[in-house]
């Protein structure tokens, strides 16, 4: 399953958990301060792994390109034992 684009992350895991069978794959994403914080708190709790991805896009920059960054992504992932 993949989570993402805001809402009631809380209320979502709860409801993907309980949908899940054995050895499913629950996934996580969020760009905000408190959707990465809610992970967080639920990886601490539950296990599984928390990552940041970063990306940068190129673009110009005068007569030459540079990086400019995007949004890092919080993500985490669970498995169903």
Known sequence: M???GGG???DIVEACMAALSPS???VAHG???ETGR???DLHRALGGSLSRISIDSAEPLG???S???LRPVVQWA???A
């Open 2 to 4: 993949f989570i993402g």
């Open 8 to 10: 009631a992350v809380t």
């Open 24 to 26: 499913g794959r629950l």
């Open 31 to 33: 760009v905000t301060l």
């Open 38 to 40: 809610t992970l967080t």
């Open 63 to 65: 007569r030459f390109w």
């Open 67 to 69: 990086w400019r960054p």
């Open 78 to 80: 669970w498995v169903k």
